[in-house]
């Protein structure tokens, strides 16, 4: 199948916050990975495993060390004036908490046109057509566009998050822990969105989750990542019948089941 991310031998770190203290912190070491073309890939491991900050590395929010990231086979750090607009309109990310992530001071309508103000040229009208869809998609009623974010509860808030990450049409998405703030009843609409989006909108995810439960049920493949480096990655079956690693059985035989 065609690569749409890869990751080559990538790096990232964090200078220390002491006073005084130079050194550095390496929080991914030398991580390659590929994703393909319309999959959901999960990445799992325990918090300060380092796949979130991966993340941040793919959407530009922290930059690399060393290594590459290339999307549709081109290097994200060095692009064109024109691939650097097109970019962040090609990958988008729904964060763990949709209250901190969504302006309160913005009406949803504002929120989810915000994206097209921004990032194109098209009408009023346009952009309303845009929202309309966008709202059906994600299971949202048109009156919600006149609310502030407080009015929402957590799910339907991680779907306003959603549609605002999809008002743009991105090819990738990264859900980072999007479902670990939520009840349980809610968790599973909101997986249950996302695999219907994968389909409908040939949409690849990079899901990001410490839940092997969730991940089992979602994801198409799956990398294991352990004090930054992945350490594991195969078919998501594969992993959870025949785990090679030892980390890997640990972290399985921690999820809890119903016999």
Same mark, same amino acid.
């Given at each position: 199948?065609?690569?749409?991310?890869?990751t080559?031998?990538?790096?990232?770190?964090?200078?220390?916050?002491?006073?005084?203290?130079?050194?550095?912190?390496?929080?991914?070491?030398?991580?390659?990975?590929?994703?393909?073309?319309?999959?959901?890939?999960?990445?799992?491991?325990?918090?300060?495993?380092?796949?979130?900050?991966?993340?941040k590395?793919?959407?530009?929010?922290?930059?690399p060390?060393?290594?590459?990231?290339?999307?549709?086979?081109?290097?994200?750090?060095?692009?064109?004036?024109?691939?650097?607009?097109?970019y962040?309109? !090609?990958? @988008?990310?729904?964060?763990?908490?949709?209250?901190?992530? +969504? %302006? =309160? $001071?913005?009406? *949803?309508? &504002?929120?989810?046109?915000?994206?097209?103000?921004?990032?194109?040229?098209?009408?009023?009208?346009?952009?309303?057509?845009?929202?309309?869809?966008?709202?059906?998609?994600?299971?949202?009623?048109?009156?919600?566009?006149?609310?502030?974010?407080?009015?929402?509860?957590?799910? !339907?808030? @991680?779907?306003?998050?959603?549609?605002?990450?999809?008002? +743009? %049409? =991105? $090819?990738?998405? *990264?859900? &980072?822990e999007?479902?670990?703030?939520?009840?349980?009843?809610?968790?599973?609409?909101?997986?249950?969105?996302?695999k219907?989006?994968?389909?409908?909108?040939?949409?690849?995810?990079?899901?990001?989750?410490?839940?092997?439960n969730?991940?089992?049920?979602?994801?198409?493949?799956?990398?294991?990542?352990?004090?930054?480096?992945?350490?594991?990655?195969?078919?998501?079956?594969?992993?959870?019948r025949?785990?090679?690693?030892?980390?890997?059985?640990?972290?399985?035989?921690?999820v809890?089941?119903?016999?």
């Amino acid at each position: 199948m065609e690569i749409l991310l890869e990751t080559k031998n990538l790096t990232i770190e964090y200078k220390s916050i002491n006073e005084g203290d130079n050194s550095y912190l390496r929080a991914v070491s030398e991580v390659s990975l590929k994703i393909q073309r319309g999959e959901i890939y999960a990445l799992a491991g325990e918090s300060g495993c380092g796949k979130s900050t991966l993340a941040k590395a793919v959407t530009k929010l922290v930059s690399p060390k060393s290594g590459e990231i290339l999307f549709d086979g081109k290097n994200i750090y060095n692009q064109t004036q024109l691939e650097k607009k097109e970019y962040p309109k !090609q990958v @988008q990310m729904v964060f763990q908490n949709p209250y901190s992530s +969504l %302006n =309160p $001071k913005m009406k *949803i309508y &504002d929120i989810l046109k915000e994206p097209l103000d921004i990032n194109t040229k098209l009408k009023k009208s346009e952009k309303d057509e845009l929202i309309a869809e966008v709202l059906q998609e994600t299971g949202l009623q048109q009156d919600c566009l006149t609310l502030y974010p407080h009015e929402f509860s957590g799910g !339907q808030r @991680q779907r306003i998050a959603i549609a605002r990450a999809l008002i +743009l %049409n =991105p $090819k990738l998405l *990264i859900a &980072d822990e999007p479902v670990s703030a939520l009840d349980a009843s809610i968790q599973a609409q909101i997986i249950n969105l996302l695999k219907e989006l994968k389909f409908k909108r040939d949409l690849t995810i990079l899901f990001i989750s410490h839940d092997m439960n969730v991940i089992k049920y979602l994801a198409d493949r799956v990398g294991i990542m352990n004090k930054g480096k992945l350490i594991e990655e195969n078919y998501t079956g594969t992993v959870f019948r025949y785990p090679k690693e030892e980390y890997t059985k640990v972290l399985l035989s921690s999820v809890p089941s119903l016999k």
